[in-house]
Structure formats: C-alpha cells, structure tokens
C-alpha cells in the first residue's frame, strides 16, 4: 500500500513539466520504431533477394513481427526494474537500447554486399528495438498515470498515445519530405532510407539525458522497498483478473490500430493501387487528426467514464470494419479513401486514447509497470505485431478479405470483455 501522506505532493506545473518530460521521450522512442513501417517499402529490396514485390514486403513484416515477439521480455524485464528501482531510470535505459537498435539499422551494408549477414543484424537491431519499446510502454503509462491529477488523468494519460501517433506522424513527415522535396525515388531507395534511421539515434541519445532530469513519481517513491514481491511475476500472478482484463482489452485495439496506421500505408498501395507518395500523403493526413483526437476522448473518460468508450470502439469496430476495409481496397480517389481511414481511426480512439490509463489503475504500485506492459505486450506481439503479416499473407494467397474478417473477430473478444469488467475512473488501483 502506498503512504502518500509522508509524500510531498507535486505542484500542478511539475506535474504538466514531467508530464512533457515523460511523453517527449515516448515520442522519439515511437519515431525510431515506426521508421522501419513507414521506410520499408523503400529499404525491403536492400535487405532481401530480389523477388516479386509483395514477397519482399513479406519477409519486412516477418522482422517487424519479431520485433513485437521481443516485447514481451521487454515489458518483464524493463517493469520488473522500473517497480524496483523507479519509472524514471526505466524510461532513460528503454530510450537508451531504441537508439542502439536505429544505429546498426542506419550502418548495416545491403544485402547485395554481405548476403544473409544483412537481414541477421537487420533482425538484431529489431530484437534490441523490441525489447525497448516493449519496456517503454508499460513504464511510460505507468509514469504518465501516476504523474496525473485523478479528476484530469484520462486526459493526460492520453498524451502517451498523443506521443506515440506524433511519433508515426513525424516517421510519415519525414518520408514525405524526402520524396517531395529533397531525394529522388531512385536515391530513397538506394541509400535515402539510412537517413531517418540516423536522425532517430540522435534524437534518442539527446531524450536520454533530458529523462535523467525527470521527477521520479509519486507512487514509486511511496511504495514500501520491503516487498518481496515488488515488480515480480509471483506478484504480478496474485492479481490474475487484471492480467487477463489487459490482455482480452488490448486484442481488438491493438489489431484495429496497426491495421489502419502501420499496415494502411502499404494496402493503399499493394491493394487500391495508389502510389507510394500519395499513400504516404493519406496515412500522414489521417494521423495528424488521429492524433488531435486523443486529448479529447481522454477529457470525456473523466467525465464519463472509461468503460463507455471502450463499449463504443467495440461494438462500432465490430460492425464497421468489413465494410470500411471492402471500400477502401475498391477506392482509387484521395478524399474517399481519407475519408474513409478517418472514420475507422475515429471508432479507435475509443480505445487509444484510454487504454494505458485504463491498465495502469488496475494494478496496485508495486507491481503496476510490470502489471501493465507484460499482459500488454503479449497481447500487442501475438495480435498486434502479426497484423500486418497476417493481411500480406492472405493477399498473397489471394484471399485479402479474409482478413478483414480475421479485425472484425478480435475487436469482438475485446467487446466481451469491455462489457462485463469494471470501469477503472470508478474504480482505480491509483488511489488505494
């Protein structure tokens, strides 16, 4: 149990500084994970044999996929030691290893020059980046959660997603400016996909000595130090509703947001039949509203609580998202098919926007970040980090619309579960 009465309480002006803190390093974390989605189709060819195109993007989403199998060990390891040894130290070292990873990404040769040691450190480097941002998230919603006021947490908490989308957005601005402005298509796909690669290690190094400065959470530093079982599986495994609460909480969201951001971009292309710059030009579009969207539904989970709008996702993305995908892979113009993703992206944000607040209140502090980040990356690597695989192998097998059905199926298990848990605004661990 926590003593907050012995703990000095923080200013509202520190908490919003911690707050900025905090979500800029969510930021450039998610910026060096999304790179890899949004440069692939322009580095696939460097790194594996010349096949037909689909193929290529094929083994990409391979890597990607193993990237979120390592977050899992990621998000045990990184919130086992931020419930031991603080939010803050975790948050500096997760930025630490994403930095590490977009450097051997940037300095690899093709495999043109090195043959199959390409791919390997290519998979290497992702391994790193999955155990980074495996550790990041959980830590991150944790330490954005705890830093909030109750009555505003929905709202603030909801900048972790806010960082997140402007980190894929500032991924997709980045791609957007070297093929329009600066680099041919040839160059990008010669050697302009190093470029973005480079820029995010140095942002990451920068972001790891701004955290160091960061205040530590309320909750860490009130928790006793005695538990023996603080940040432990054997304590995360007394609280096996909430374990299982996060990961059936997380299989529709998770599979519905990277279906309609990460894997959008390519199925604009490979299924629609738009061109690389102007599926570029939708996904950045459509994630600048995404992303204003956040704050919003956050501040309407404070007032009504988080269970409605998880309700709403679920039962809107349940019904919608066959029709959605089926118009989108028969749209050849702009407006319809942003028109389109943004409805979709609008039904999500009932769950992107809450969800990390969502999980942080139902765990108690001493276990929250490993109690967050594990279920959820679990849930996130199986369901989530297969999306895009899963989508390119069906159209491969000639059955794309499989797949739109195989969205529709996760979203309702989520559906079950968001109709029969408790709200967390009514009923939150954050407080006990």
Known sequence: MQNLENTPALTTAQRIKSIIGGSLGNLVEWYDWYIYSSFTLYFAGSFFPSQ?????????AGVFALGFLMRPIGGWVMGTFADK?????ALTLSVLLMSLGSLMITVVPTYQQIGIAAPIVLVLARVIQGLSVGGEYGTSATYLSEMAAKRHRGFYSSFQYVTLIMGQLLALSVLVLLQRVFLSEQQLH???WRIPFAVGAILAITVMYLRRSLHESVAITSTKTSSAQKGT?????QHPKA???VIGLTVGGTVAF???TTYMQKFLVDTAGFSKAEATLISTLTTIVFMLMQPLFGAVSDRIGRRPLLIAFGLLGTLSTVPIMTSLSHTTSFWPALGLILIA?????GYTSINAVVKAELFPAEIRALGVGLPYAIAVSVFGGTAEYIALDFKQAGHASYFYWYVTACIAVSLVIYVFMNDTHKHSKIED
Do not use: M
Not at 233 to 237: E, F, K, P, R, V
Not at 345 to 349: A, Q
């Open 85 to 89: 040894h603080g939010r803050k130290k």
């Open 243 to 245: 374990v299982l609460t």
């Open 52 to 60: 037909n195109a689909t193929a290529q993007l094929l083994n990409s």
């Open 190 to 192: 010669s050697w302009g």
């Open 233 to 237: 599986l054997a304590g995360l495994l």
């Open 345 to 349: 992206l609008l039904i999500v944000s």
């Open 258 to 260: 990277y279906t309609y």
